[in-house]
Protein backbone atom coordinates (compact mmCIF):
# COMPACT_ATOMS: atom_id res chain seq x y z
CA UNK A 1 0.00 0.00 0.00
CA UNK A 2 3.18 2.38 1.03
CA UNK A 3 4.55 1.41 -1.97
CA UNK A 4 1.43 2.10 -4.40
CA UNK A 5 0.92 5.64 -2.86
CA UNK A 6 4.82 6.10 -2.98
CA UNK A 7 4.42 5.59 -6.70
CA UNK A 8 1.47 7.05 -7.31
CA UNK A 9 3.06 10.34 -5.47
CA UNK A 10 5.91 10.12 -7.44
CA UNK A 11 3.91 9.60 -11.08
CA UNK A 12 1.99 12.81 -10.23
CA UNK A 13 4.61 15.16 -9.14
CA UNK A 14 6.64 14.41 -11.89
CA UNK A 15 3.60 14.95 -14.60
CA UNK A 16 3.08 18.26 -12.54
CA UNK A 17 6.65 18.71 -13.00
CA UNK A 18 5.98 18.14 -16.91
CA UNK A 19 3.24 20.58 -16.49
CA UNK A 20 5.57 23.24 -15.61
CA UNK A 21 8.22 22.65 -17.82
CA UNK A 22 6.27 22.54 -20.77
CA UNK A 23 4.33 26.06 -19.08
CA UNK A 24 7.64 27.54 -18.47
CA UNK A 25 9.24 26.23 -22.43
CA UNK A 26 5.76 28.38 -23.64
CA UNK A 27 6.05 31.59 -22.08
CA UNK A 28 9.77 31.94 -22.61
CA UNK A 29 8.83 31.00 -26.44
CA UNK A 30 6.74 33.92 -26.42
CA UNK A 31 9.44 36.81 -24.97
CA UNK A 32 12.31 35.18 -27.24
CA UNK A 33 11.64 37.55 -30.48
CA UNK A 34 11.26 40.41 -27.84
CA UNK A 35 14.26 39.53 -26.63
CA UNK A 36 16.00 39.67 -29.69
CA UNK A 37 14.31 42.93 -30.87
CA UNK A 38 15.61 44.85 -27.62
CA UNK A 39 19.21 43.48 -28.21
CA UNK A 40 18.90 45.57 -31.38
CA UNK A 41 17.51 48.30 -30.27
CA UNK A 42 20.32 48.36 -28.14
CA UNK A 43 22.85 48.14 -30.75
CA UNK A 44 21.05 50.61 -32.80
CA UNK A 45 20.90 53.00 -29.76
CA UNK A 46 24.88 52.15 -29.52
CA UNK A 47 25.61 53.25 -33.02
CA UNK A 48 22.83 56.30 -32.89
CA UNK A 49 25.51 57.14 -29.42
CA UNK A 50 28.64 57.20 -31.48
CA UNK A 51 27.44 58.87 -34.34
CA UNK A 52 26.03 61.93 -32.14
CA UNK A 53 29.67 62.15 -30.67
CA UNK A 54 31.21 62.16 -34.39
CA UNK A 55 28.68 64.93 -34.93
CA UNK A 56 29.55 66.82 -32.05
CA UNK A 57 33.35 66.33 -33.27
CA UNK A 58 33.02 68.07 -36.50
CA UNK A 59 31.08 70.76 -34.91
CA UNK A 60 34.31 71.71 -33.17
CA UNK A 61 36.83 71.10 -36.14
CA UNK A 62 33.88 73.32 -37.90
CA UNK A 63 33.95 75.79 -34.99
CA UNK A 64 37.62 76.13 -34.80
CA UNK A 65 38.30 76.62 -38.70
CA UNK A 66 35.36 78.89 -39.35
CA UNK A 67 36.31 81.24 -36.10
CA UNK A 68 40.10 80.90 -36.37
CA UNK A 69 41.07 85.02 -36.05
CA UNK A 70 44.64 84.29 -36.98
CA UNK A 71 46.11 82.07 -39.65
CA UNK A 72 46.92 78.11 -37.42
CA UNK A 73 50.23 77.72 -37.30
CA UNK A 74 51.67 73.80 -38.12
CA UNK A 75 50.85 72.42 -34.47
CA UNK A 76 47.46 73.35 -34.41
CA UNK A 77 47.10 72.39 -38.22
CA UNK A 78 48.64 68.94 -37.29
CA UNK A 79 46.09 68.73 -33.77
CA UNK A 80 43.05 69.42 -35.83
CA UNK A 81 44.81 66.59 -38.74
CA UNK A 82 44.62 64.04 -35.61
CA UNK A 83 41.42 65.20 -34.92
CA UNK A 84 40.19 64.43 -38.68
CA UNK A 85 41.66 60.95 -38.75
CA UNK A 86 39.51 59.84 -35.31
CA UNK A 87 36.48 60.87 -36.74
CA UNK A 88 36.95 58.93 -40.09
CA UNK A 89 38.05 56.71 -38.12
CA UNK A 90 35.23 56.50 -36.13
CA UNK A 91 32.95 56.89 -39.03
CA UNK A 92 34.34 53.81 -40.79
CA UNK A 93 33.70 51.61 -37.56
CA UNK A 94 29.94 52.51 -37.70
CA UNK A 95 30.02 51.33 -41.51
CA UNK A 96 31.52 47.90 -40.23
CA UNK A 97 28.48 48.01 -37.64
CA UNK A 98 25.63 48.76 -39.88
CA UNK A 99 27.06 45.89 -42.44
CA UNK A 100 26.93 43.74 -39.68
CA UNK A 101 23.43 44.28 -38.87
CA UNK A 102 22.49 44.22 -42.38
CA UNK A 103 23.30 40.75 -43.16
CA UNK A 104 21.10 39.80 -39.87
CA UNK A 105 17.94 42.18 -39.95
CA UNK A 106 14.79 41.40 -41.19
CA UNK A 107 11.89 43.48 -43.05
CA UNK A 108 8.72 44.56 -41.59
CA UNK A 109 9.95 45.33 -37.66
CA UNK A 110 9.83 48.54 -35.48
CA UNK A 111 13.16 48.62 -35.42
CA UNK A 112 12.64 50.87 -39.13
CA UNK A 113 12.60 53.89 -36.77
CA UNK A 114 16.05 53.31 -35.17
CA UNK A 115 17.69 52.73 -38.99
CA UNK A 116 15.88 55.79 -39.85
CA UNK A 117 17.28 58.32 -37.16
CA UNK A 118 21.20 56.21 -38.34
CA UNK A 119 19.98 57.22 -42.06
CA UNK A 120 19.25 60.90 -40.59
CA UNK A 121 22.38 61.10 -38.58
CA UNK A 122 24.76 59.81 -41.38
CA UNK A 123 23.18 62.20 -43.75
CA UNK A 124 23.98 65.16 -41.64
CA UNK A 125 27.39 64.24 -40.59
CA UNK A 126 27.96 63.70 -44.35
CA UNK A 127 26.71 67.54 -44.49
CA UNK A 128 29.48 68.75 -42.39
CA UNK A 129 31.97 66.60 -43.67
CA UNK A 130 31.89 68.32 -46.31
CA UNK A 131 31.87 71.68 -44.60
CA UNK A 132 34.92 71.00 -43.23
CA UNK A 133 36.52 70.56 -46.55
CA UNK A 134 35.40 73.57 -48.01
CA UNK A 135 36.52 75.76 -45.06
CA UNK A 136 39.89 73.39 -45.29
CA UNK A 137 39.69 74.54 -48.83
CA UNK A 138 39.18 78.07 -48.42
CA UNK A 139 42.37 77.79 -45.61
CA UNK A 140 44.98 76.65 -48.15
CA UNK A 141 43.97 79.62 -50.51
CA UNK A 142 44.53 82.39 -48.06
CA UNK A 143 47.52 79.94 -46.51
CA UNK A 144 48.88 80.18 -50.10
CA UNK A 145 48.43 83.84 -50.66
CA UNK A 146 49.91 85.09 -46.93
CA UNK A 147 52.71 82.42 -47.95
CA UNK A 148 54.02 84.34 -50.97
CA UNK A 149 53.32 87.79 -49.44
CA UNK A 150 55.45 86.68 -46.37
CA UNK A 151 58.14 84.88 -48.75
CA UNK A 152 58.72 88.26 -51.04
CA UNK A 153 59.12 89.89 -48.09
CA UNK A 154 61.52 87.20 -46.39
CA UNK A 155 63.45 87.59 -49.38
CA UNK A 156 63.55 92.02 -49.20
CA UNK A 157 64.63 91.75 -45.62
CA UNK A 158 66.59 89.04 -44.87
CA UNK A 159 65.68 85.65 -42.75
CA UNK A 160 62.69 86.74 -41.17
CA UNK A 161 59.44 87.29 -43.08
CA UNK A 162 56.70 89.47 -41.23
CA UNK A 163 55.17 88.65 -38.34
CA UNK A 164 58.67 87.14 -37.51
CA UNK A 165 57.86 84.07 -39.23
CA UNK A 166 61.02 82.23 -41.21
CA UNK A 167 60.91 80.92 -44.70
CA UNK A 168 61.12 77.41 -43.65
CA UNK A 169 57.94 77.87 -40.91
CA UNK A 170 56.18 79.01 -43.99
CA UNK A 171 56.57 76.22 -45.95
CA UNK A 172 56.27 73.53 -42.76
CA UNK A 173 52.73 75.52 -42.64
CA UNK A 174 51.68 74.94 -46.38
CA UNK A 175 52.85 70.80 -45.95
CA UNK A 176 50.50 71.04 -42.83
CA UNK A 177 47.45 72.78 -44.83
CA UNK A 178 48.59 70.50 -47.54
CA UNK A 179 48.08 67.25 -44.98
CA UNK A 180 45.02 68.44 -43.31
CA UNK A 181 43.11 68.71 -46.97
CA UNK A 182 44.24 65.45 -47.65
CA UNK A 183 42.83 64.33 -43.81
CA UNK A 184 39.69 65.55 -45.41
CA UNK A 185 39.03 64.55 -48.14
CA UNK A 186 39.43 60.99 -46.13
CA UNK A 187 37.28 62.25 -43.87
CA UNK A 188 34.34 62.84 -46.70
CA UNK A 189 35.14 59.22 -48.02
CA UNK A 190 34.27 57.81 -44.97
CA UNK A 191 31.09 59.96 -44.52
CA UNK A 192 30.09 59.11 -47.95
CA UNK A 193 30.27 55.95 -47.10
CA UNK A 194 28.38 55.77 -43.85
CA UNK A 195 25.55 57.03 -45.48
CA UNK A 196 25.39 54.33 -47.86
CA UNK A 197 25.81 51.62 -45.29
CA UNK A 198 22.71 53.35 -43.38
CA UNK A 199 20.74 53.75 -46.47
CA UNK A 200 20.69 50.09 -47.08
CA UNK A 201 20.35 49.05 -43.20
CA UNK A 202 17.00 51.23 -43.31
CA UNK A 203 16.22 49.83 -46.66
CA UNK A 204 16.17 46.48 -45.13
CA UNK A 205 14.59 47.25 -42.19
CA UNK A 206 11.42 48.41 -43.75
Do not use: C
Amino acid sequence: MKIKFALSAGLVLLSGLGLAFAGQAKSAAVPAAVTQEDAKVKEFKDILFKLVRQDEYLDEAIESLDSSASRPDAQELAALGVSLKSIAKNLNHVSALNKAEFTSIQSDTKLATYTNTILSYSRKVDRKAGQVGALIAQLAVQNKKAALRDAVTTRKNGKKARGGKKLTQILEEQKAVERLAADAKTLRGASRNLTATSKWLYIASK
